[in-house]
């Protein structure tokens, strides 16, 4: 007969660390990846003010590097809301991090949703 092991009960999936190491791997791959695309993000926006040139490649390096500022915020708040529940938290109080990478994934996500249209229509 199965007896479950103390603290388990029948129902309850057992924990693998080899989960934990991939999602932490993968969240540092996503911060590196955020970071990179920001910077570009903000170069190329300067890019395009100072040489007041409407060149595709630089447009669609924009749009490229948009993309991935919001496809990455939105991956990394999605972990850091998965690994802080607001029934653990107190008062449902948001973490720095999840403040942030939310905030980001929320405004780009807009500013993506009018550009990559205008983008996609003037090429």
């Known amino acids: 007969m199965y007896r479950p092991g103390q603290g388990r009960g029948q129902g309850q999936d057992i924990h693998r660390p080899d989960q934990g190491n991939f999602m932490r791997s993968a969240l540092r791959v996503l911060t590196v990846v955020f970071w990179v695309a920001a910077a ?3 170069l190329m926006i300067a890019a395009s003010r100072f040489t ?8 669609l390096t924009t749009g490229i590097s948009l993309v991935l500022v919001v496809l990455c ?6 972990a850091e ?3 802080n529940p607001a029934a653990d938290s107190e008062q449902g109080e948001w973490t720095s991090k ?22 996609y229509f003037a090429l």
């Open 40 to 42: 570009i993000f903000i």
């Open 73 to 78: 915020s939105g991956a990394i708040a999605w």
């Open 98 to 119: 999840m403040l942030f990478y939310g905030l980001v994934f929320a405004i780009t996500f807009f500013v993506a949703f009018f550009y990559l249209p205008g983008l």
């Open 81 to 83: 809301f998965r690994s």
């Open 52 to 59: 007041e040139s409407d060149g595709a490649w630089l447009s």
